[in-house]
């Protein structure tokens, strides 16, 4: 599952200030978690203790989008930071299909509502705790947690903060780190990609997706099957998906098997249940089949069950011997369950090294206020997007909608369209006149 973040808890605030409608009674979450074990801040914070409130988007139960509440919290400032600690003003959040699966109660790994929720996030250091020595109050960072970033203020482990490079934007680097590390790991730790092999990408076009083109034309000769709705076609085309697939009016197996008779070297699975089993048949021999998510089971905005028993029922179940027999290999991964934290630091730090040298580059789809999320979250599940989709913590302003590049452009030529319209009812009018 393209899952996210670290082992360390998200410190909550103290109080919850009550917005326009009160929150849950359960809010209190962050009055539960927010009692430090150590209170240690750097002096750049105010010499006396006086609240700040900041905005957070907390889930407050399963089901629906109504779910997510926008509240207003407070923290006493300077705040009181765990050992290791550093506070982050975030200035844009990364939107996962986690949070989706989250919503609805289907996401092991995030605690029991009410949570605030987000597992990365880019924003602007202001506070360190002291025994923090390699950042400072001021740094432009990409933070990481295993929830919580959905805020305008979060605490967060400094080992899970990497300095944003020179030239990337805020939102960029919200985009980066679960999407990027997630198919970095997959690429190159599990399938070892090597010069001259195939890849077939599911959900080309979504964030994961995209991630794993980039990747893979890091590599000389990979021919990248992708499959998206025949919309995004063009868009992932010119990513560098070689051979793109709509999977909604075709069967990406036999379109593959007719351009690749033997199949393909690597597969990226997101879909999970028959899907899975349709991927296994599509590897060559020694080829892998690497699955990281359920997508299959998110039918709606709340738990379908029968969706979950079908993709349940569909599930590919092999033995060992059959493994054996057909000389293929199949491998899990998930983000969320990765311990390592050499081995966490050491992907990020080579994506940004990446993206120096021009090779990646995080495409952003939309981005949304966080009074926008319910929208956000359905452009997602919907399967609209092309690319990330970013949260915004500051307010939305009255007149700002949000937009992504497909209806910016689609505005354009509408606004043109009535520019020649009216050229042409004026030239018609003189035309009439000299008659």
């Not at 008779?261 to 599509?282: E, H, M, N, R």
């Not at 359905?378 to 609209?384: F, G, I, L, P, V």
Request: aromatic share 6%.
């Amino acid at each position: 599952m393209s899952g996210e973040e670290a082992p360390t808890q998200q410190q909550e605030p103290e109080q919850v200030k009550q917005p326009d409608e009160p929150p849950p009674p359960a809010a209190a979450d962050a009055a539960a978690e927010a009692k430090p074990e150590s209170s240690s801040s750097s002096p750049a914070a105010a010499e006396e203790e006086k609240p700040v409130s900041y905005r957070a988007l907390v889930l407050t139960g399963y089901g629906g989008y109504d779910k997510i509440k926008l509240q207003v919290k407070s923290m006493k400032m300077p705040p009181q930071l765990k050992a290791g600690e550093v506070l982050v003003r975030v200035k844009a959040c990364g939107l996962n299909f986690a949070e989706l699966l989250g919503k609805q109660g289907l996401y092991e790994l995030l605690p029991s509502p009410p949570v605030t929720l987000g597992m990365e996030g880019s924003g602007v250091i202001e506070a360190v705790a002291e025994d923090v020595t390699d950042r400072k109050v001021g740094d432009r960072v990409i933070a990481m947690n295993r929830h919580g970033m959905w805020q305008e203020l979060a605490a967060v482990p400094a080992n899970r903060t990497f300095p944003i490079p020179d030239g990337m934007s805020f939102e960029e680097a919200a985009a980066l780190p679960i999407n990027y590390m997630t198919a970095y790991m997959m690429l190159f730790e599990m399938a070892n990609l090597r010069p001259g092999k195939s890849v077939l990408i599911h959900m080309a076009a979504g964030g994961v997706g995209i991630a794993a083109t980039q990747l893979c034309q890091t590599v000389q000769d990979v021919t990248i099957f992708g499959t998206a709705s025949a919309s995004k076609h063009e868009t992932i085309s010119q990513g560098g998906v070689t051979h793109p697939i709509d999977y909604r009016t075709k069967d990406y197996v036999s379109e593959i098997r007719n351009i690749s008779p033997k199949g393909v070297d690597i597969v990226l699975d997101p879909l999970g249940g028959a899907d899975t089993q349709k991927c296994f048949s599509l590897l060559k021999p020694l080829g892998m089949l690497i699955v990281f998510g359920a997508a299959n089971c998110v039918t709606g905005q709340k738990k379908n069950l029968l969706a979950m028993a079908k993709t349940w029922y569909n599930q590919l179940t092999l033995n060992t011997l059959k493994l054996m027999q057909t000389n293929k290999a199949i491998s899990g991964f998930h983000l969320g369950y990765i311990q390592d934290q050499e081995l966490f630091e050491r992907t990020l730090l080579a994506l940004l090294e990446l993206y120096r040298q021009g090779k990646i580059k995080p495409r952003i789809d939309s981005s949304y206020h966080f009074e926008e999320v319910a929208e956000a979250m359905k452009r997602m599940h919907d399967r609209q997007n092309i690319g990330k989709i970013i949260l915004l913590p500051e307010p939305k302003k009255t007149e700002e909608k949000p937009k992504s590049n497909a209806e910016a452009a689609e505005n354009v030529e509408k606004n043109e369209a009535a520019v020649s319209e009216k050229k042409e009812e004026a030239t018609e009018e003189v035309k009439a006149e000299e008659d």
